[in-house]
């Protein structure tokens, strides 16, 4: 197969592009179907689809924010209105936030942690299919992912969780990247049958 350089280049230089930063235009409707496909697309043990996707744009952005805002109050009667705020923009100004979810279903083949993982691989094709569309993204979980009343707020089930929200847009900046990790520090050859994981190396 012949080395595909635009892919390799990308895959070799992408950021995530914070929140704040991400803004109008979003994608138009054939774009989120292509990208929801794209995102989809991905190794399924089992072919389960143990996950779905939850759109949040346009005006639910707000009514999303609000619901947040309440259930944070409620946590924390003493939140100012500073806070409250914080919770009610956690939509904005993204034009489309894509909520994805863990919904395990029942298998001999594939485990939860299984099921758990490709919900995360939907996740991170879904950042990478807003790139190839010419957006960028940002993959968040915040308190509201692990706050029960939250997450059902915005759309979990009972036996769901969520894996993270992806946030989209056009970046309003270019963010230098970060440090990486040093290959030497995460990679190592198999020499044998070691204990604990020492002696590799
Ligand atoms: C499961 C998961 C949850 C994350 N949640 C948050 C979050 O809540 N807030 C945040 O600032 N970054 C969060 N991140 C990190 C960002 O998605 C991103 O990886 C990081 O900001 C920049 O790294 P990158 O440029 O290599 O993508 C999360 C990452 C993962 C994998």
Known sequence: MAVNQAVRDYLLTRRSVGPAFLRDPGPD???????????????DHGKLAPWRLIVIAGEDR???????????????????????????????????????????????????????????????????????LGYAASWVTRWFSFDPAASSALGALPGERFVGLVHIGTPALIPEDRPRPDLDSVVSRWRGPSIAGHGQG
Do not use: C, W, Y
Request: hydrophobic share 50%; aromatic share 2%.
């Open 62 to 132: 707000q009514a999303a924010g609000e619901a947040l805002a309440a259930i944070a109050a409620r946590n924390n009667p003493a939140l100012d209105e500073q806070g409250l705020g914080i919770e009610r923009g956690r939509f904005l100004p993204m034009p489309l936030t894509v909520a994805v979810i863990s919904s395990p279903k029942p298998s001999e083949k594939a485990p939860e942690i299984e099921q758990l993982l490709s919900a995360g691989n939907v996740a991170f094709n879904l950042v990478h299919a807003a790139h190839a």
């Open 29 to 43: 409707a054939d774009e989120l179907a292509t990208m929801l496909t794209i995102a989809t697309r991905v190794p």
